[in-house]
C-alpha cells in the first residue's frame, strides 16, 4: 500500500487503470483466434476436406467472436484490453485467415508458369485477396475509433461486418467443395472476393443485431420460422449458410440503394432562412 510522507495510506486514484482482465470473455476471444490459426494451417495443407475444414473453423470463429462481446457485456468485464485483443484476433480469423483460404481454395488450381491469361489471373489472385485483408484490417480499425453508425441508427454498422465477409468465403467453399480449376470462375470469385473488401471499407449500412434480446418475450409464432430456419440449416447446412451470407450481403447493399433513391426523389427541405419584411 502507498502512504504519504506523514505515514497515512494514500487515497486510490480512480483514474488509474486497473491491471489485470477478466478470464471468461478472453476464454472466447483465444477460441475465434485458435480457429483462425487452425483455417490457415488447413489451408495450407491444400486437399478439398481440408478447405471444408478451414471453411467450418471460420465458422466456428464467427461462433466465438459473437459470443465474447455478449458474455463480456453480461458479466461487464468488458475491457480496452479485451477491445483492443479481439480486434487483433479478428484480423487473423477473419482477415489473414478467408484471404489465404481464397487464393488456395480459388485461384491456386489455375497456376500456369508460362505468361497467358490463367498466369495473369493467378497474380490477380494475389492482389485481390491481400486487398481483402486490407480491407478488414481498415474496418476493425474504424470500427474500433468510431464504433457503430451514430445517431439514431447505432444498431447499424457502418461497413459490411468482417465476420459476415469471411463468411461468405467460408461458406461459399463449404458449400461448393472442390477448389477451383478454371481461370473464369476464378475470375468471377475474384470479383466476389473484391466487392467484400469494398463493403467492409464502405460506410454501407448493416444491420448488427445488437439490439435483439434473448430475455424479451415475443409472439409464440416466432417460434415456427425460427425452428425451420433452426432445422434446414442443420440438414442442409451448405446451402443454408451460404443463402444467409449471400442474403446478408445483399441486404446492406439493398437498404443503401433505397436510402439514396429515397433522397434523390424525395429531398429534404432547404431550411434557408426567410426574407426580410
Known amino acids: 500500500m502507498d502512504v504519504n510522507d506523514n505515514g497515512a495510506p494514500l487515497a486510490e486514484d480512480s483514474h488509474h487503470p486497473r491491471h489485470g482482465v477478466s478470464l471468461l470473455p478472453l476464454l472466447f476471444t483465444m477460441g475465434n483466434l485458435s480457429c483462425g490459426y487452425y483455417a490457415v494451417l488447413a489451408t495450407m495443407r491444400g486437399?478439398?476436406?481440408?478447405?471444408?475444414?478451414?471453411?467450418?473453423?471460420i465458422g466456428f470463429?464467427?461462433?466465438?467472436?459473437?459470443?465474447?462481446?455478449?458474455?463480456?457485456?453480461?458479466?461487464?468485464?468488458?475491457?480496452?484490453?479485451g477491445k483492443q485483443f479481439d480486434s487483433l484476433a479478428d484480423v487473423i480469423s477473419f482477415g489473414v485467415a478467408p484471404a489465404f483460404l481464397a487464393f488456395t481454395w480459388g485461384v491456386r488450381g489455375i497456376f500456369r508458369p508460362e505468361p497467358g491469361i490463367e498466369h495473369?489471373?493467378?497474380?490477380?489472385?494475389?492482389?485481390?485477396?491481400?486487398?481483402?485483408?486490407?480491407?478488414?484490417?481498415?474496418?476493425?480499425?474504424?470500427?474500433?475509433?468510431?464504433?457503430?453508425?451514430?445517431?439514431?441508427?447505432?444498431?447499424?454498422?457502418?461497413?459490411?461486418?468482417?465476420?459476415a465477409a469471411a463468411g461468405v468465403i467460408a461458406a461459399s467453399v463449404h458449400a461448393l467443395k472442390e477448389p477451383v480449376q478454371d481461370w473464369r470462375f476464378s475470375l468471377g470469385w475474384l470479383v466476389l472476393v473484391a466487392s467484400l473488401a469494398a463493403l467492409m471499407?464502405?460506410?454501407?449500412?448493416?444491420?448488427?443485431?445488437?439490439?435483439?434480446?434473448?430475455?424479451?418475450?415475443?409472439?409464440?409464432?416466432?417460434?415456427?420460422?425460427?425452428?425451420?430456419?433452426?432445422?434446414?440449416?442443420?440438414?442442409?447446412?451448405?446451402y443454408m449458410l451460404l443463402l444467409i451470407g449471400g442474403t446478408y450481403l445483399i441486404s446492406g447493399v439493398s437498404l443503401h440503394l433505397i436510402r439514396v433513391l429515397r433522397r434523390r426523389l424525395f429531398p429534404a427541405p432547404s431550411s434557408s432562412p426567410a426574407p426580410p419584411v
Open 120 to 163: 495473369n489471373v493467378y497474380l490477380l489472385g494475389w492482389v485481390v485477396t491481400f486487398v481483402f485483408l486490407i480491407g478488414c484490417a481498415w474496418r476493425l480499425a474504424r470500427f474500433n475509433i468510431q464504433g457503430m453508425a451514430p445517431g439514431k441508427e447505432s444498431k447499424y454498422f457502418v461497413g459490411m461486418p468482417t465476420p
Open 201 to 238: 471499407a464502405s460506410t454501407v449500412r448493416y444491420y448488427g443485431f445488437k439490439d435483439i434480446s434473448l430475455r424479451q418475450r415475443r409472439n409464440s409464432l416466432v417460434v415456427i420460422p425460427l425452428g425451420g430456419v433452426i432445422y434446414f440449416t442443420w440438414a442442409f447446412p451448405e
Open 61 to 81: 470463429a464467427i461462433l466465438f467472436d459473437a459470443l465474447d462481446g455478449r458474455v463480456a457485456r453480461a458479466t461487464r468485464t468488458s475491457s480496452e484490453f
Open 47 to 57: 486437399s478439398p476436406l481440408d478447405f471444408e475444414n478451414a471453411a467450418r473453423a
